[in-house]
């Protein structure tokens, strides 16, 4: 085995049990952060729970699922389960995060608006003045609602649906993709049948016989929005679970492409070259 492969195979996933020590506020499902100053995380890690943290002052690199972003003033960072990340932050930053046990994601899930995918493919949400005071004060109360004796769990629930909400009109308003989403709704059923069905489905009869138009007017809605074929959008979510399973487990590529639905090893190796312009153990032993 490569040098790139130990290093990859090493990848830790960490829960929300190891981050308590350091809480500033807490309970079982949830808890509140405070990030004040430097911080370094050098070697890239997982977790198993999902991550929101909201900038106020910052500068720095945040790197997720090996994507160097910028870290900038007044900005919220998504961060969802097994994504890989690390991050070099500066001196004088000041950023609060919630880190949220997935089952307690799922109350407020719909909040978000858009597929999780969308967001992971762009975890950088610029803030308007407006939008960063509405998140800060709704960060800021289930920071005291968690101090409280006995914290009201529907309460906080209620508080990270705000700002689930707030945080997809600012997506939408900053980001082209969920602007398109947002205004049409065959688009955004489409995409969230992708997300559901990839690995099982991978041709457009399937979805456009689920979304009730027929494939040619399904090709015309994406070319004509997003750029890219049906066909092309369905692939490029293969590509995405193809990577990041490549990157951060120890899995081999003939079980990696069953995962993803593939009966035959060559088949999914030809498809991810022919994505990617590299073999599966190409793209692995570049890592």
């Known amino acids: 085995?490569?040098?790139?492969?130990?290093?990859?195979?090493?990848?830790p996933v960490l829960n929300l049990q190891g981050f308590r020590e350091g809480q500033y506020a807490g309970k079982e499902e949830l808890l509140f952060?405070?990030?004040?100053?430097?911080?370094?995380i050098?070697?890239?890690?997982?977790?198993?729970?999902?991550?929101?943290?909201l900038f106020d002052q910052a500068s720095g690199i945040h790197n997720i699922d090996s994507v160097d972003y910028p870290i900038g003033n007044r900005e919220v960072h998504v961060l969802f389960p097994d994504q890989m990340h690390k991050w070099q932050i500066n001196k004088g930053t000041i950023?609060?995060?919630?880190?949220?046990?997935?089952h307690f994601l799922e109350q407020f899930a719909p909040a978000f608006r858009f597929s999780f995918t969308n967001y992971q493919n762009h975890p950088i949400i610029p803030l308007m003045d407006d939008a960063f005071k509405q998140l800060l004060y709704e960060f800021n109360a289930i920071r005291s609602e968690l101090l409280e004796s006995n914290p009201i769990t529907q309460l906080i629930s209620a508080r990270a649906a705000v700002?689930?909400?707030?945080?997809s009109k600012q997506a939408e308003s900053h980001i082209e993709?969920?602007?398109?989403?947002q205004t049409n709704p065959k688009l955004a059923k489409f995409?969230?049948?992708?997300?559901?069905?990839y690995k099982e489905e991978k041709g457009i009869n399937f979805y456009a016989e689920k979304l009730n138009i027929t494939s040619n007017y399904l090709n015309i809605l994406c070319k004509q929005n997003l750029k890219i074929s049906a066909s092309k959008l369905i692939h490029q979510r293969i590509v995405i679970e193809a990577k990041r399973l490549l990157q951060s487990t120890d899995k081999s590529i003939k079980e990696i492409a069953f995962d993803l639905g593939f009966s035959d090893h060559a088949y999914f190796?030809?498809?991810?070259?022919?994505?990617?312009?590299?073999?599966?153990s190409q793209f692995r032993d570049q890592l």
């Open 1 to 11: 085995m490569s040098k790139q492969q130990d290093e990859h195979k090493a990848i």
């Open 33 to 40: 952060n405070e990030i004040i100053g430097e911080k370094l």
């Open 42 to 53: 050098e070697k890239p890690h997982k977790h198993d729970f999902f991550i929101i943290i």
């Open 95 to 102: 950023g609060y995060q919630l880190m949220i046990e997935k």
């Open 163 to 167: 700002i689930a909400a707030i945080v």
């Open 177 to 181: 993709e969920f602007k398109v989403y």
């Open 191 to 197: 995409n969230w049948l992708i997300d559901k069905f």
């Open 269 to 280: 190796s030809n498809f991810f070259k022919y994505q990617t312009e590299l073999t599966p």
